[in-house]
């Protein structure tokens, strides 16, 4: 069971079971059909490694028994049964055969039910449902009343339900520690350092003893702290992302490696490119190369991993 370059392994049909579907009508003859006639063509299944069991591809599956096929190309899924659920949910509204609008809001009030702490923006991304559909089903009386007072997003920040008790802990952190950093405050506070700012705004109208700090984002671009990134490795980063299946099978993760991919490439020949550009348009270009910089710039501040924003 040697993985290949891009990850997938061969493992026998026998071996595979069933997993858990959003699909609440089972299989669709019809699609069996259409996916056996072009089964060259079809991209890996995901599989749960610790269970062997499908977390997408029952229809390739199917396919693969239809046409006596006795391995399939696969990808490696590690996780619990219900982010198996989550992930089976997101890939079969990505692509394929679409789900219904029933299996849709059933899902969504299933992962409601596994993860409560997430938004409903969230959840309604991976449901290809509506916000305020997730709204409606999270205030249905369940049998257990609990309240979460922290929400993630979806950019798997945790937030609280109400920001006034994470402004009275920044107000106090301010006080005591006037040098605090915005990101310091927010960081303990719980709170986003825009709120954060806006804090120290309304302390200095109050009592004067705080400056406004400038937003976090600096005007120009900064080196990480760590120097600058090789193009090299910043390929090999790119190259292992390409293979993720969260990312790879999925509209907007598919989206964003489109995106990475063309940025870095006009990086590379960012300044052949600039002494082809006629006078009278570099101011203009100046201008949207500096939106598009801080414009990444704070995507990475929401991506920026766990270990990282603690230090």
């Known amino acids: 069971m040697t993985a290949q370059p891009d990850g997938t392994v061969m493992l026998p049909v026998t071996a595979l079971g069933i997993g858990d579907s959003p699909r609440l009508r089972g299989l669709d003859l019809s699609h069996v059909q259409s996916l056996a006639d072009s089964f060259d063509d079809l991209p890996p299944l995901l599989v749960q490694r610790s269970t062997m069991r499908i977390v997408d591809g029952r229809h390739r599956l199917a396919a693969a028994r239809l046409n006596g ?19 089976a949910v997101r890939l079969n509204n990505g692509r394929g055969l679409p789900l219904g609008g029933h299996e849709r ?10 993860h409560p702490h997430r938004s409903d923006r969230w959840i309604a991304s991976v ?28 950019d798997g920040r945790r937030r609280p339900l109400s920001a006034e008790p994470g ?13 605090a950093s915005l990101r310091t405050v927010a960081r303990q506070a719980g709170i986003s350092v825009g709120t954060a700012l806006d804090v120290r705004r309304r302390l200095a109208e109050e009592d004067g003893t ?17 120097g600058p990134v090789s193009p090299a490795a910043v390929r090999e980063q ?4 390409v293979r993720d299946p969260s990312l790879r ?24 490119i600039a002494g082809s550009t006629a006078g009278h348009s570099r101011e203009s270009l100046h201008l949207i190369a500096r939106a598009c910089a801080e414009g990444w710039a704070r995507f990475g501040e929401y991506v920026v991993p766990e270990a ?3 230090a």
């Open 167 to 179: 402004r009275r802990i920044a107000a106090e952190i301010m006080r005591r520690e006037p040098e």
């Open 69 to 87: 096929a006795r391995t399939l190309p696969a990808l490696w899924f590690q996780g619990s049964d219900a982010d198996a659920f989550v992930t």
């Open 210 to 226: 705080a400056t406004p700090e400038p937003p976090p984002l600096p005007a120009a671009p900064v080196a990480a702290p760590s």
């Open 249 to 272: 099978y999925s509209s907007q993760g598919r989206a964003l490696l489109r995106l990475a991919s063309a940025t870095l490439a006009f990086t590379e020949q960012a300044e052949a």
């Open 127 to 154: 449901c290809g449902v509506a916000p305020r559909t997730v709204a409606a089903l999270r205030r249905r009386p369940t049998g257990d009343e609990r309240q979460l007072d922290m929400r993630t997003g979806r």
């Open 105 to 114: 809001s059933t899902a969504a009030a299933r992962i409601l039910a596994s």
């Open 238 to 241: 790119l190259d292992r992302l």
């Open 308 to 310: 990282d924003s603690a």
